[in-house]
């Protein structure tokens, strides 16, 4: 497999020869449809996931079933709550899904944990991962807490607009609802009222912004 | 001072003598009155903050001014937040105040920087005690999402019980409202439910628990 692992993994330059070769040979590629189940906390953990292609939506669920997405990690970046059965200092439960046809990198946890064992660099680059995803939650729950949910619709299709950068956002109203963590009702509402004033059109399946200018000010 | 440092930072074994003597040179014990702000992340980052005595309450605010607590800090616990601004993976604004008169240590910035960048075991501490705090917030996030409001003000009172050691707890409904992150005439309600199922009793600015059992059936 050939892979610029300096380029993944920051702590690579820290590691002996040795310790690259077991990365090397350990690491695989997997690929999962949309929609499937990558990790759930009451599962082994497979171990630490870089997202090579797609994206991964990682989120809380209620015993009744309610989710509440808490961040989505894109290509390229590392999702570091698939690895947190090694790290003594996590101790809740999350989901992760492929929200599209998603590859990404494993570095497995046995791997991982002789590695965190014995470099102190791999260490410390998982915990301050962890504390760029508590910091990227903060964000979420202020969004979740303090914002009205026009607000939060509207932020949502503005982010989804600059990270795609597409005009159309091809996402049911269901599928939105759990990103922000409300109901497809209420959804729906808003979505209504954001076409009226004249700032998306709906269409079967997908969004479309028609006027930037106009969403911008309900963020 | 005399302090047991080597009980207070779970790194002193591994820093060297000339950074231990950095440490017993540099930190101050402060006092805060009950209702004082110890820290927030618009200003200049004091430092360590650890509890000697007393409690300090994490909280993040609106711009419409409601406050939602993220966790506190009791006596013999540190505070890493309070040392935000050394921590680049943190980004999100917080503030901290004594809920009570309040002893704390505090190891300020720049030795905690020098410390830092001279030693890999206080920087990956930091980082760890961060993690702690996330999966802190996450229990409050799930508490304050997921569950019923009569069952947040009865898991409060609960939790109160089982720190203080006591059966009367002496808060106000504003007070418990700001802890739980909802509405003082909302925990009032809740509370005169509790109390007409007889589980606990109001009193002037505080609240007996007089059927545990009874208590426990609400969590």
New interface residues.
């Given amino acids: 497999m050939k892979m610029e692992f300096n380029k993944i993994y920051p702590f690579w330059e820290k590691l002996s020869a040795e310790e690259q070769r077991l990365i090397s040979d350990g690491c695989m590629v997997e690929t999962f449809e949309k929609g499937m189940l990558m990790h759930r906390s009451d599962e082994e953990c497979r171990g630490l996931m870089t997202v090579l292609s797609g994206e991964m939506r990682t989120y809380?669920l209620?015993?009744?079933g309610?989710e509440?997405t808490l961040f989505r990690v894109r290509s390229g970046e590392i999702c570091v709550l698939s690895a947190s059965c090694l790290?003594d200092?996590?101790?809740?439960d999350v989901l992760i899904e492929a929200t599209e046809k998603t590859e990404v990198l494993i570095l497995p946890s046995t791997v991982l944990n002789s590695l965190m064992k014995g470099n102190?660099?791999v260490?410390?680059y998982l915990?301050?991962?962890?504390?760029?995803?508590?910091?990227d939650?903060?964000?979420t729950?202020?969004q979740?807490?303090?914002q009205k949910i026009d607000q939060r619709v509207a932020t949502f299709l503005w982010d989804e607009m600059a990270h795609k950068e597409l005009k159309e956002i091809a996402l049911t109203h269901e599928e939105i609802a759990r990103y922000i963590?409300s109901a497809r009702e209420v959804v729906t509402r808003v979505l209504k009222y954001l076409a009226s004033a004249g700032a998306i059109e709906l269409k079967r399946g997908k969004i479309c912004v028609i006027d930037k200018e106009k969403l911008k000010t309900f963020l």
Avoid: C, H, N, P
């Fill in positions: 809380i209620s015993e009744e309610r509440v790290m200092s996590i101790d809740f102190a660099a260490e410390l915990y301050k991962s962890a504390t760029d995803k508590f910091s939650v903060m964000w729950i202020q979740i807490l303090f963590g």
